[in-house]
Nanobody, 114 residues
């Protein structure tokens, strides 16, 4: 079955960096569109970034120029490099792949202190 496992979250000071990982099994990331979402307390889950099978990348306006989505096909793992972090980036971050339905990881907490 499809499994997505995120890691790499933690507590970081503002303007710091983190790199999130999403290890996939049961699915080949390179032939699908993978996305990173986040959900802050009391807010709806929002799309942060996507990467298509053709390596086309897109970003939410709030993270453009600071976050970079990527994928290592040999490791079947996706990444989200987050630079210049702000307190408003604090959220649980989820990776996602949509086939006939959405598949989600368990999430990883990112907390940015001011």
């Amino acid at each position: 079955q499809v499994q997505l496992v995120e890691s790499g979250g933690g507590l970081v000071q503002a303007v710091g960096s983190l790199r999130l990982s999403c290890a996939a099994s049961g699915i080949i990331l390179s032939i699908n569109t993978m996305g990173w979402y986040r959900q802050a307390p009391g807010k709806q889950r929002e799309l942060v970034a996507t990467i298509t099978s053709g390596d086309t990348k897109s970003y939410a306006d709030s993270v453009k120029g600071r976050f970079t989505i990527s994928r290592d096909n040999a490791k079947n793992t996706g990444y989200l490099l987050m630079n210049s972090l702000k307190p408003e980036d604090t959220a649980v971050y989820y990776c996602n792949v949509k086939l006939t339905k959405h598949y989600w990881g368990q999430g990883t907490q990112v907390t940015v202190s001011s």
